[in-house]
């Protein structure tokens, strides 16, 4: 079926286990996220302050605080400056790549040579 073999379930001493998946994170990972997410700052104005809607304790983001604003600044401006040391390589590019795309398509105009 070519089925990649780091992706064959794995046996385990108690059954079977699932390999971790290339997007799961480290607690390492989560903490270094948290600590950029938590120390970025913007123009008065631009955005909330993002060190209210992360919570370091359990290394998560409060998306329940967060405006509609945040997550569009969020997903094409922070994000890829964000993950840019945590994830693999492959996994990396592909988010980036999809919030470049998000980037250009807000845009006033499109540049059709990107």
């Known amino acids: 079926m070519g089925i990649r073999p780091e992706l064959y379930v794995e046996e385990a001493e108690n059954g ?8 799961t994170m480290s607690r390492k990972e989560k903490k270094e996220l948290c600590q950029f997410l938590h120390s970025v700052k913007f123009l008065l104005g631009y955005s909330s302050n993002f060190s209210r809607l992360v919570s370091m304790k359990e290394l998560k983001l409060n998306f329940a605080m967060m405006k509609s604003h945040d997550c569009h600044v969020l997903m094409t401006s922070v994000l890829p400056v964000a993950i840019r040391n945590v994830l693999p390589v492959k996994v990396r590019e592909t988010v980036m790549s999809l919030c470049f795309f ?3 398509i807000e845009q006033k105009v499109i540049d059709d040579k990107c």
């Open 16 to 23: 079977k286990a699932l390999p971790i998946a290339a997007t």
């Open 102 to 104: 998000f980037n250009a």
